[in-house]
């Protein structure tokens, strides 16, 4: 927390606005709306966020919408939910995102059969943007509307632009791991207006104007609560800090590994500034000495809690039989990647121990001065 927060906090308390709705939640996407240029619906989740906007999309049955094999399963259920399908495609190794030959190849093919999706998520992947310019060109040659899956990327940018802004919708989220956060929670964005006030709509279960209870049309209990919101208020004012703060940890780690053969960081293309919301590295094993799952294993064994890159999608089991365009890029990124400790509040100390256990994983001595 940055420190504001508990008197936002207190506020929906002391004004007893402890609901859905309030000027907490007015304050928030009032704040946010400024920072990211978009108009902006609070939600409970940034999944929430993902399901309004591929519905606002016009995703239903049968439909089939495209989405990176690479990202947390958060991206693909919404599809689902919808009753359309998913169908993966595989990652560049420039940005570990969505590979854009790839998607104009499958758009090609996808075409070719008078069978387009309906709509791509695209994902900036532990908080770097996707190689914006080709794919939304790409997407809009096919007429394929975008939502950007831009829930580990709050404060990113790809050529100076803002993260979340690419798309004609995008998500954000506020879980309790992101790079701000509400304790759980999310937004939806979009320039559209009438987008985001159809969000809101659906998202307070579609209530008709008037006094009645009427309902025309399905709609989700969706909304952030006015409480939580008031922490959101908070962490926004800290957002560039929390950024600088995981840039300073990854720069750290990278420094620290300059000299370990076979442990490289997660690449940050040339046009893209990264949150970079967790530090991953790539292990080779044979230079490095030890497998990624040896190294996990030892690090566990120092105390030290580390997870593999995202499992891909096309090799869920929840997934099994959908289509997939390549992957072999995705799954060597899971099977070699590993993301270290990132948290913003991690101590100097903690995070020379982390160097210090990876070098030692690898038998290289470490020298304390
Ligand atoms: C890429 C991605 N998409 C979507 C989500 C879903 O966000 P939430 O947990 O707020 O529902 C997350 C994180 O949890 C995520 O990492």
Redesign the pocket.
């Known amino acids: 927390m940055g420190g504001s927060e508990q008197g936002y906090a207190n506020e929906a308390f002391r004004l007893n606005w402890v609901s859905t709705v309030g000027p907490n939640i007015d304050a928030f996407e009032a704040a946010f709306s400024q920072r990211i240029g978009l108009h902006s619906v609070c939600l409970d ?4 966020a ?1 399901h309004l906007g591929l519905r606002l999309l016009g995703v239903g049955p049968d439909d089939e919408v495209f989405c990176p094999t690479l ?2 399963v ?2 693909a259920n919404p599809i689902r939910y919808l009753g359309a399908e998913p169908i993966f495609l595989d990652s560049e190794r420039r940005t570990w995102n969505l590979d854009p030959d790839l998607l104009r190849r499958a758009l090609r093919k996808k075409a070719a059969t008078n069978r387009l999706p309906k709509a791509l998520v695209l ?1 900036d992947l532990y908080g770097q943007c996707a190689e914006m310019d080709p794919i939304l060109e790409t997407a809009a040659e096919f007429g394929v509307p975008v939502l950007e ?1 831009a ?2 990327a709050l404060g990113a940018t790809y050529k100076r632009r803002a993260a979340g802004t690419f798309g004609r919708i995008a ?1 954000f ?3 309790g791991n ?1 790079i701000i956060t509400t304790s ?3 937004m939806l964005v979009s320039a559209d207006k009438a987008l985001a006030d159809k969000a809101r709509f659906w998202a307070t279960q579609a209530r008709d104007p008037g006094i009645a209870y009427e309902h025309s049309e399905m709609g989700y209990n969706y909304r952030m609560s006015n409480v939580l919101a008031g922490i959101g208020i908070g962490q926004l004012e800290v957002l560039d800090l929390r950024v600088e703060q995981r840039r300073a940890i990854a720069a750290r780690y990278a420094a620290g590994f300059a000299d370990v053969p076979g442990i490289e960081p997660m690449p940050e293309a040339p046009d893209a500034f990264s949150t970079k919301w967790l530090s991953c590295f790539l292990i080779r094993e044979a230079e490095f000495g030890v497998s990624r799952d040896e190294l996990m294993r030892a690090l566990n064994e120092a105390g030290i809690e580390s997870r593999p890159v995202w499992k891909p999608m096309h090799l869920q089991p929840l997934f099994a039989g959908c289509e997939c365009f390549g992957g072999d890029i995705a799954r060597d990124l899971f099977e070699r990647g590993i993301c270290l400790p990132s948290s913003s509040s991690l101590p100097v100390e903690d995070q020379d121990y982390v160097i210090e256990r990876v070098k030692a994983a690898c038998g290289m001595t470490v020298t304390h001065v």
């Open positions: 989740s940034g999944t929430a993902i990202t947390f958060a991206s994902v899956d829930a580990e998500a989220s506020f879980n992101k759980g929670g999310g």
